[in-house]
């Protein structure tokens, strides 16, 4: 049964600083791994996609990496921002299943002024 | 291009009652998925609706039910609330194949059960 795990929970740093939020996963017969972002009481809004076969993807100021091999998933946050204050959460599509997303409870990050 | 919308955004229903979610799907996407987000947890799969048939169910009872309309829209309804059903409930829209089976998400309906 895959599992995802994300540490810490919770994190908090000063503005300007590059972080990184992690994920792991038991299971490496994945098809995709997807990082979202949740603002409080909010939906999800997607950040970044990761095929099986990619090791990274960019957007901006994120970057988000994979080894399937070890069942790692990071996102790189750069010189950051109050508002990246939020919820980070990833999620993993298994390689049998065509339908669903299994989830890590997600990393609180507060970035302070 | 309209995005995934959620109707009603917040809803208190009192236990034992019955509750119809509604979503509508992202232009172009033909799968609806729904997903339960307990407070402080990752969101919990419930079920996907691919061309108005279930395609997928996750470890919830049969009183979480859905619909698919002929327009891909999508109902999720719940039938004697439990106070545990209290959550955010999440629909995401997708078109298989496309754009790498991404999931796009709309704001969730917060549902309190009393």
């Known amino acids: 049964k895959q599992e995802v795990t994300q540490i810490p929970a919770a994190l908090s740093v000063p503005e300007g600083e590059n972080l990184v939020l992690n994920c792991s996963f038991t299971?490496?017969?994945?098809?995709?791994l997807q990082w979202f972002r949740q603002d409080p009481g909010k939906g999800l809004t997607s950040l970044l996609l990761?095929?099986?076969s990619q090791r990274e993807q960019t957007s901006g100021r994120l970057n988000a990496s994979l080894d399937k091999s070890s069942g790692r998933s990071t996102l790189y946050i750069a010189a950051s921002q109050p508002g990246d204050s939020a919820t980070y959460l990833c999620a993993v599509r298994p390689g049998d299943s065509n339908y669903q997303l299994i989830w890590g409870a997600g990393t609180k990050l507060i970035i302070k002024p | 291009e309209t995005g995934v919308t959620q109707s009603p955004t917040h809803l208190i229903k009192t236990r034992g009652q019955q509750v119809t979610l509604r979503c509508s799907s992202q232009s172009g996407h033909n799968t609806v998925s729904w997903y339960q987000q307990a407070l402080g947890q990752g969101p919990q799969f419930i079920f996907q609706?691919?061309?108005?048939?279930?395609?997928g169910r996750g470890n919830f009872p049969p009183r979480f039910s859905g619909l698919q309309f002929p327009n891909y829209s999508s109902e999720l309804n719940v039938n004697a609330l439990e106070l545990d059903d209290s959550a955010l409930y999440l629909c995401?829209?997708?078109?298989?194949?496309?754009?790498?089976?991404?999931?796009?998400f709309g704001p969730g309906t917060r549902l309190t059960v009393l």
């Open positions: 299971d490496s017969a994945i098809y995709n």
């Open positions: 995401a829209s997708s078109s298989p194949g496309g754009s790498y089976n991404e999931q796009f």
């Open positions: 609706y691919y061309r108005e048939e279930e395609n």
């Open positions: 990761i095929q099986s």
